[in-house]
C-alpha cells in the first residue's frame, strides 16, 4: 500500500506541477504588452496562500512529503506570477496588488503557522491546517463556475481550454486516490469536489463544444481569465 500511495503521489506532483505552469502564457503576454490588461491578482494570491498552507501540512504531518515537495515549488511559481504583477500592474492596481498579498501571505500565514506551533501540538496542529486548506481548496476549486456559467450562456467552449478541465479533473482524481490511500481526509474532500467539477466541465465540453458563441452574450473578464488557465488553480495545488 504504501508503495502505490507513493507511486499516486509522484503522478500528483507531475499533474500538478503542470497545473501549476498553465497559467505561464498568461504572464508571456504580460510581460510582452508591460501591461496586466484586465487580469486579476486574487486568484494568484490566493493561490500562493493555498501552496503556503499545503507546505505547512505536508511538512508537519508524516508522511505526507510529497505534498510538501510540489506545494513548494508552487510556492515559487505563484510568487513569481505575483512580483510580475506588482512590476506590470497600473498604480493603482499595485497597491491593491501589493496590501492584498501583505495580508493574506504574511499575515495571515504567518498568524496560522504562529498560533498553530504556540497554541496547538501533534494532531491537533495538523488537524487545524488541514481544516484551513481544505477550505480554501474547495473555494478554488469553486471559480471555475463562473466558466462554466459563461459556456452555458454563450453556448460555447472558447473560454474553458479543454486541457485545463482535463488535467483539473485528472489532478483531483489522482489526489483524491492518494488520499484515500493514506486515509487522509483533508485532502480527499477537497479533491474529490474537484474531480466532480472537472467532470461536470469535461460533461459542458463535449455538449458545446461544436456551438458558436452566442453574439447576446458579453464575456467578462474573470471568464477570459480562466481561459489562459486561472485557478482558480487548483487550481492548482499539490492538495488540488
Known sequence: MAG??????????????????????????????????EYE????????????????????????????????FGIIVEAVYVILFLIYAPKHVKGKTA???????????????????????????TNAIGFLGA???IIMYGSPLAAMGTVVRSKSVEYMPFFLSFFSFLNGGVWTLYAFLLRDYFLGVPNGTGVLLGFIQLVLYGMYR???????????????EIEEGLQHEPLISAST
Open 4 to 37: 502505490l500511495s507513493l507511486y499516486v503521489g509522484i503522478i500528483g506532483n507531475v499533474i500538478s506541477v503542470l497545473l501549476f505552469l498553465s497559467p505561464v502564457s498568461t504572464f508571456w503576454r504580460i510581460v510582452k504588452n508591460g501591461s496586466t490588461e
Open 41 to 72: 491578482s486574487l486568484p494568484y494570491i490566493c493561490t500562493l496562500l493555498n501552496s503556503s498552507l499545503w507546505t505547512y501540512y505536508g511538512l508537519i504531518k508524516p508522511g505526507e512529503l510529497l505534498v510538501a515537495t510540489v506545494n513548494g
Open 99 to 125: 496590501i492584498l498579498a501583505g495580508f493574506l501571505n504574511f499575515g495571515f500565514f504567518g498568524t496560522a503557522v504562529l498560533v498553530t506551533q504556540l497554541a496547538l501540538e501533534g494532531e491537533a496542529r
Open 135 to 137: 477550505g480554501l481548496n
Open 210 to 224: 461544436n456551438s458558436k458563441a452566442s453574439k447576446s452574450v458579453v464575456i467578462i473578464s474573470p471568464a477570459d
